[in-house]
């Protein structure tokens, strides 16, 4: 059996969850919430990240930071698998008694920090990184960031202090995705050779396929083993609503919405 | 006998008692972007695993200390307070107002160069907004107090108060206006310095010094008014309207900007709610930012807040 047939199955059942959300929160952003799935997967059933559903806050937990909030719906039912909350809460999404917001905040039991304004998440999980080391844990720091969030300025204070702080107990996991609100960020700034960059920042840097579980889950686990003094990021390739015909690649599938008969057919398509 | 009055920097006072508890509080950590203080010597000479030189960046000056703060250690961050109140705004809005509702940040944002303070470096340097965009934020303490035994005492308050403070202190040495073992009550957040008959003055920072000097020469005049120093920007609201319930006229004296929500905003504020028989009127900077070098005497002249234009508006025609 193909060693990764769980991830692949546990997408599957993510990427349904996911449309159905869509379906109950049409605001939600469907194709920034596509690109991502895979590194919630490998993170969360891959054995990558140490957590403890039961005591969300647990002092031994990898602290993972999802800085690009409008991607983080897709973690909603995987936090609910893992019994972080009931899985009944996915279906009242948007609804006055729910605790799931669209941009996912602390008051959803499984996220670290405010999440959605972006280019918060590196600064924040370099404290973390520190304050980890300062008390000699054996924990980690993650954090997922959108590649149009590198635009924010205050990423590259992150990014320097990070290095200079030698915080290799910090994965930055950049989706990258490509585009970002009003178009293919190659035409916006252009992020290019992003490798390089981080690389002159002096980070350990590895690239992947953000859609394939084999190169996930061997970059995530180096990084694990890697204690060179260098904090580490991930520039994972992935497609901006990966899977999904007319969102997928589209320049302002950012903002696209499927309709509900949409998400239904394709619902029963995957069923079929 | 009198006691002999110290001239001291806010910001060494603070520094060196955050100093002393780092010596037997091993969860505080002391951030600075790239900013510096004689005091400051001695935690980085002493605490280099502890003291943190973010470069200059407030940004992360915020982001970092919320991160340690997350983790259960007391934070102090240190930078220039206009930058540190403004350059990083949404950082202190998202990483730590919000955050702080569902999870407790000790993360206290010390800043330095409060009003007009940094006189001779001009408006960038001058900080006249930070009281009213602070006050606006839920969630943070902001402390403005006039001398360096109040900004001392705010020490032992920020570690016992698990929650995100902001102070601000003035750049200049000052003489203190509070006795060398005075006991601040940061709940209540002002103090009655001198009671009066029929005005009284509400001050904050800087300006409680120069309403002293008002004091004075009203009480040459055989005139006794009243000066309240307001140190903690939410202050006790039923002991601060009984306070000023007394008088008949209240005049509010701050360095920041008038009628855009700082100390004026907030008696005007109480006034209302408590519905008290007091008149008012308030000092500050018009909404103009002032060009000017030569000091803090040449701004206020500037500014039309020199003690004589104070001192007409505090006797003026009040109908």
């Known amino acids: ?272 | 006998m009198a006691e002999t009055k110290i001239i001291k920097t806010m910001r060494d006072a603070i520094i060196e008692k955050i100093y002393d508890q780092m010596h037997c509080n091993d969860r505080i950590f002391f951030l600075s972007a790239d900013f510096g203080a004689p005091a400051l010597d001695k935690v980085r000479d002493d605490f280099p695993e502890r003291f943190i030189n973010v470069g200059i960046a407030e940004q992360n000056l915020v982001n970092v200390a919320c991160g340690l703060g997350l983790e259960g250690f007391i934070v102090y961050a240190y930078a220039i307070t206009g930058f540190l109140s403004m350059r990083a705004y949404e950082q202190i809005r998202v990483n730590l107002a919000l955050s702080c509702q569902h999870r407790p940040i000790n993360v206290n944002l010390v800043g330095v160069g409060a009003g007009v303070s940094y006189d001779v470096a001009g408006p960038t340097h001058h900080c006249l907004e930070d009281i009213s965009i602070m006050r606006t934020l839920p969630n943070i303490v902001t402390c403005s107090p006039c001398d360096w035994v109040t900004a001392d005492r705010f020490v032992d308050f920020s570690i016992n108060h698990n929650m995100p403070k902001y102070i601000r202190l003035d750049g200049k040495p000052l003489p203190n206006v509070y006795s060398h073992d005075c006991i601040i009550n940061w709940q209540k957040g002002f103090n009655s310095l001198y009671k009066g008959s029929d005005i009284c003055i509400v001050s904050t920072g800087y300006m409680t010094h120069r309403s002293q000097e008002i004091v004075h020469e009203f009480c040459e005049h055989g005139e006794n008014i009243g000066l309240i120093d307001v140190f903690n920007l939410a202050p006790d609201a039923e002991a601060l309207a009984a306070e000023i319930g007394r008088y008949k006229k209240v005049v509010t004296i701050e360095e920041g900007f008038k009628n855009r929500g700082g100390l004026d905003s907030l008696i005007l504020q109480l006034i209302n709610e408590k519905r008290l028989n007091v008149k008012f009127a308030n000092i500050g900077f018009d909404s103009r930012y002032i060009f000017k070098s030569g000091g803090r005497e040449v701004i206020y002249q500037a500014a039309g807040l020199s003690k004589k234009d104070m001192i007409e508006v505090i006797t003026k025609s009040w109908d």
């Open chain 1, 1 to 272: 059996m193909n060693k990764f047939q769980k991830l692949e199955d546990k997408t599957k059942w993510v990427k349904r969850e996911l449309l159905k959300l869509h379906k109950l929160a049409p605001e939600s952003r469907i194709a920034s919430s596509l690109s991502d799935i895979e590194i919630f997967v490998t993170l969360y059933y891959g054995g990558i990240l140490k957590y403890n559903a039961q005591i969300p806050l647990s002092s031994e937990r990898d602290r993972f930071i999802v800085s690009k909030g409008h991607g983080g719906v897709s973690l909603f039912p995987i936090l609910a698998d893992l019994g972080y909350f009931a899985k009944e809460e996915l279906r009242k999404i948007g609804q006055s008694d729910s605790f799931l917001c669209v941009i996912p905040d602390t008051a959803i039991p499984g996220f670290e920090t405010i999440n959605g304004s972006l280019g918060h998440g590196l600064g924040v999980a370099c404290g973390i990184a520190v304050a980890l080391k300062r008390k000699k844990s054996d924990a980690r720091v993650y954090v997922l960031c959108g590649d149009g969030e590198l635009n924010e300025g205050a990423v590259w204070e992150g990014v320097m202090f990070a290095a200079y702080h030698k915080l290799d107990n910090l994965v930055f996991i950049v989706d990258n995705n490509q585009i970002s609100m009003l178009g293919y960020q190659k035409n916006i700034l252009g992020l290019e050779p992003l490798d390089a960059k981080f690389k002159a920042f002096n980070w350990e840097v590895l690239t992947v396929d953000g859609h394939n579980f084999a190169e996930l889950d061997s970059a995530l686990t180096i990084f694990k083993t890697k204690d060179n003094n260098k904090p580490k990021a991930l520039i994972a390739n992935t497609r901006k609503g990966n899977g999904i015909e007319g969102l997928e690649g589209h320049p302002m599938s950012h903002v696209m919405t499927l309709k509900a008969d949409r998400i239904d057919k394709i619902l029963e398509e995957y069923d079929g």
